[in-house]
């Protein structure tokens, strides 16, 4: 009688591992996928947000900043506050530095080799337009203060 036990369908412990395998594979490979989309999105408001820093640093009160001159890759200019010259100049980022005391301030990165200029429209307002690394392009007019007896 115990050899005429009916078998029950079940899975054995191999087919039971490697469902367990396959199922953390594809929980794994979902978890990859929305870090890789979270991550995507944060890069791209990053360069947003930065790019809207770098124009108000630009702008900001803090220095007074107005225009001295203007060149293609480099924007001069002077702080009615620190009462000294800066240049606005660049390769890969946008940093400012101090004309004779040296010292610089990294402004923006993440901008494709020599892909910016500067324009001069007015005496106070000058055309910035970056190209970024991710390939979006970036512009804003800048409104500098007016010049100051120096």
């Known amino acids: 009688m115990a050899s005429n036990k009916i078998k029950k369908p079940a899975f054995t412990l191999v087919e039971g591992i490697c469902a367990l395998i396959i199922a953390s594979l594809v929980v794994i490979n979902i978890s990859l996928v929305m870090t890789s989309v979270k991550k995507a999105n944060r890069v791209d408001l990053d360069s947003s947000i930065d790019w809207y820093l ?7 009160p803090n220095h007074r900043f107005e225009v001295v001159q203007v060149q293609k890759r480099h924007l001069f ?26 010292g610089y301030l990294p402004l923006l ?5 020599h892909s910016f200029s500067f324009t001069q429209l007015d005496s106070r307002r000058v055309l910035i337009e970056v190209e970024r690394t991710n390939g ?3 512009s804003a007019i800048v409104n500098f203060y007016s010049q100051s007896k120096h």
Do not use: H, M, P
């Open 54 to 60: 770098f124009i108000q640093e630009l702008e900001s």
């Open 77 to 102: 200019l002077y702080s009615q506050v620190a009462q000294r010259n800066y240049e606005l100049k660049g390769s890969v980022n946008l940093f400012l530095t101090c004309v004779r005391s040296g």
């Open 109 to 113: 990165d993440n901008v494709k080799a």
């Open 136 to 138: 979006k392009t970036d």
